[in-house]
């Protein structure tokens, strides 16, 4: 279930690619975010960088085997969606509430 | 170099970078974006250093909370930042020797992790919580409690019911109060400086309010 720590990383090679290509899609992310240039491409940018941290949040959890960072990945995720609906309501009425 | 030092060396990377962009960007949207994605990648930095009640606050606070009332502020202020490329040097040279100091003040620290670092070798004195033990006989710690003193009769360096040894520890669990009466200093500071700050102009409210 959990990865095995071994090889020069202590962790798997798997589990290695995995963090690297979170992270690089992080990356790729924010330079959309940054860049934009519409106000669409800033919002879906940042909302797929929670996600990337919420599963990189998991990641770590299975990599330091302790799954119960499942929970805070929850909270991230849920977090990302109260963040992203309050974004949207400002982009479509310019004001919240 | 293992494998979660790779993680955390790419991740402080891109937390860099998200906070450098979330300051140069002139749209004001986008900074709060990137400020938000700036905590989010924190709040995992600080999960990989085992500090999970940071990152949960970390996450709830600066992603959370702060861009909703960021937007908030948007909302009543507009979306461009007017610009000023003006550099202020006396406040640019206190912030480099700031940030001196506070690199000058780490080169003391121990390792991170270091089972010889002074939180773990000078635990806290608590001789009073020590008697509640002892007149306790079915409590779990009753027995260390015992040995403990029994090694250390002159009381030096017992601990909090014999179970917590480093210090940081047993503060943020065991004198919890001490922990939240700190917080709650630093929360009332906070609310008292926002009541300055928005109290606003007699007889000219804010208009249109917040939320």
């Given at each position: 279930?959990?990865?095995?720590?071994?090889?020069?990383?202590?962790?798997?090679?798997?589990?290695?690619?995995?963090?690297?290509?979170?992270?690089?899609?992080?990356?790729?992310?924010?330079?959309?975010?940054?860049?934009?240039?519409?106000?669409?491409?800033?919002?879906?940018?940042?909302?797929?960088?929670?996600?990337?941290?919420?599963?990189?949040?998991?990641?770590?959890?299975?990599?330091?085997?302790?799954?119960?960072?499942?929970?805070?990945?929850?909270?991230?995720?849920?977090?990302?969606?109260?963040?992203?609906?309050?974004?949207?309501?400002?982009?479509?009425?310019?004001?919240?509430? | 170099?293992?494998?979660?030092?790779?993680?955390?060396?790419?991740?402080?990377?891109?937390?860099?970078?998200?906070?450098?962009?979330?300051?140069?960007?002139?749209?004001?949207?986008?900074?709060?974006?990137?400020?938000?994605?700036?905590?989010?990648?924190?709040?995992?930095?600080?999960?990989?250093?085992?500090?999970?009640?940071?990152?949960?606050?970390?996450?709830?606070?600066?992603?959370?909370?702060?861009?909703?009332?960021?937007?908030?502020?948007?909302?009543?202020?507009?979306?461009?930042?007017?610009?000023?490329?003006?550099?202020?040097?006396?406040?640019?040279?206190?912030?480099?020797?700031?940030?001196?100091l506070l690199v000058y003040g780490t080169l003391d620290m121990p390792r991170?992790?270091?089972?010889?670092?002074?939180?773990?070798?000078?635990p806290i004195y608590a001789g009073f919580t020590q008697q509640d033990v002892?007149?306790?006989?079915?409590?779990?710690?009753?027995?260390?409690?015992?040995?403990?003193?029994?090694?250390?009769?002159?009381?030096?360096?017992?601990?909090?019911?014999?179970?917590?040894?480093?210090?940081?520890?047993?503060?943020?669990?065991?004198?919890?109060?001490?922990?939240?009466?700190?917080?709650?200093?630093?929360?009332?500071?906070?609310?008292?400086?926002?009541?300055?700050?928005?109290?606003?102009?007699?007889?000219?409210?804010?208009?249109?309010?917040?939320?």
């Amino acid at each position: 279930m959990i990865a095995q720590a071994t090889g020069v990383f202590g962790t798997d090679i798997p589990t290695l690619a995995a963090g690297l290509a979170l992270l690089f899609g992080v990356l790729l992310l924010l330079v959309r975010a940054i860049a934009g240039p519409t106000i669409w491409d800033r919002i879906l940018a940042l909302n797929a960088i929670g996600t990337k941290a919420t599963l990189l949040v998991a990641l770590i959890g299975f990599i330091t085997r302790r799954p119960e960072f499942l929970d805070i990945a929850l909270l991230y995720a849920i977090l990302n969606f109260v963040g992203t609906i309050a974004i949207l309501k400002y982009a479509r009425h310019r004001r919240l509430g | 170099m293992n494998y979660m030092m790779l993680i955390d060396v790419v991740l402080l990377a891109l937390v860099i970078i998200a906070g450098i962009a979330a300051i140069e960007a002139r749209n004001l949207f986008a900074a709060i974006g990137l400020a938000s994605a700036y905590s989010l990648l924190l709040a995992c930095f600080w999960t990989t250093m085992d500090a999970v009640d940071v990152a949960y606050t970390e996450a709830a606070v600066g992603a959370g909370i702060s861009t909703i009332m960021l937007i908030g502020a948007i909302v009543l202020t507009g979306e461009r930042e007017i610009v000023r490329r003006a550099v202020h040097w006396p406040a640019l040279l206190a912030c480099a020797g700031v940030a001196v100091l506070l690199v000058y003040g780490t080169l003391d620290m121990p390792r991170f992790g270091d089972p010889d670092a002074p939180a773990h070798t000078h635990p806290i004195y608590a001789g009073f919580t020590q008697q509640d033990v002892m007149k306790d006989p079915s409590g779990k710690s009753f027995e260390l409690a015992q040995e403990y003193a029994a090694a250390h009769p002159d009381h030096s360096g017992d601990y909090f019911h014999g179970h917590v040894p480093n210090q940081v520890t047993s503060v943020i669990v065991s004198y919890r109060a001490f922990d939240t009466l700190f917080e709650v200093a630093v929360i009332f500071t906070a609310a008292m400086a926002l009541v300055v700050l928005l109290r606003g102009r007699r007889g000219n409210p804010l208009k249109g309010g917040l939320l």
